[in-house]
């Protein structure tokens, strides 16, 4: 059972930055999906970014302001977070998908943006 530890959440100004930051109890590879997802007060989760290899994938709403990234040496995958809104306020959470026969599917426990003024 791999655990996601996330941290790097808080209160930002608009216009701030954050990055979050992901730890696996486990050796990831670069083959293993890792994705960032957010869930607002009363909204469906909903992906924000996502990395396989060196492949990434982003919302539109964030496109050019987040930044996912990976070290695998260090078991890591990275959100910055650029440019904040207020409607980017949500516990983010951290994802990973192991491939095989039967995908595996592991999530952190997430950690609260919010930005205000």
């Known amino acids: 059972q791999v655990q996601l530890v996330e941290s790097g959440g808080g209160l930002v100004q608009p216009g701030g930055s954050l990055r979050l930051s992901c730890v696996a109890s486990?050796?990831?590879?670069?083959?293993?999906?890792m994705a960032w997802y957010r869930q607002a007060p009363g909204k469906q989760r909903e992906l924000v970014a996502r990395i396989t290899g060196g492949t990434t994938n982003y919302e539109d709403s964030v496109k050019g302001r987040f930044t996912i990234s990976r070290d695998n040496a260090k078991n890591t995958v990275y959100l910055q977070m650029n440019s904040l809104k207020p409607e980017d306020t949500a516990v983010y959470y951290c994802n990973l998908k192991i491939p095989g026969q039967t995908w595996s599917d592991y999530w952190g426990q997430g950690t609260q943006v919010t930005v205000s003024s």
């Open positions: 486990e050796k990831i590879f670069s083959l293993y999906v």
